[in-house]
């Protein structure tokens, strides 16, 4: 494993696992302190991100209002808020991408095939919407459980919404499959 493999995969656990790490340093620690904590995953996140870096540059600001949130209501509200405003983050970055092409897929998708047929083209601007709706759903079902208990939080944003996100890359790469041969075939 090369160095840079194990950096990536630090900061990929250390995004994963923030929603963990908050539950349990609430316990311990005041809110104002975990804020490092909500930078450092935002930040890993800014290093370890495969979208272009000017994309990538909204994902701290949603950090920083989630610190600011923290710190000025010296509650855990800015902590709980932050998987909300990573989603409307990337709803942002999706439908922006969806509205001035070429879309964040389309870009992915390029870069195992650089010569994507207009069908292909056609698809990554489908699934992008998929995704924005997906980013709004999972945003909104956030939301709705910062009002819970703090279990029903972790349960959420800490394991379901990542098996949500799982299940859909994976049914999409299904779907991919059929449409290219579909195409092959046509």
Avoid: H
Wanted: proline fraction near 5%; include cysteine; aromatic fraction near 14%.
């Amino acid at each position: 494993m090369t160095k840079q493999l194990g950096i990536r995969i630090c900061l990929a656990l250390l995004f994963l696992l923030y929603p963990f790490m908050v539950y349990a340093g609430l316990a311990f620690f005041d809110p104002r302190w975990l804020i490092l904590l909500l930078l450092a995953s935002a930040g890993a996140r800014l290093l370890g991100g495969k979208f272009p870096r000017r994309v990538m540059l909204l994902w701290p600001a949603a950090a920083i209002v989630a610190a600011l949130i923290t710190l000025f209501s010296a509650t855990d509200t800015g902590l709980l808020l932050y998987p909300v405003l990573v989603n409307a983050v990337f709803l942002c970055l999706f439908m922006w991408s969806y509205l001035q092409p070429p879309s964040i897929i389309e870009l992915i998708a390029q870069k195992t095939d650089p010569d994507l047929p207009p069908s292909g083209v056609v698809y990554t601007r489908k699934v992008t919407l998929v995704w924005c709706v997906f980013f709004l759903l999972n945003g909104l079902i956030s939301l709705f459980t910062l009002f819970q208990s703090r279990e029903q939080w972790i349960l959420y944003n800490g394991f379901i919404s990542y098996i949500l996100m799982g299940l859909l890359m994976g049914g999409e790469w299904l779907v991919r499959q059929g449409v290219k041969k579909r195409n092959a075939g046509a």
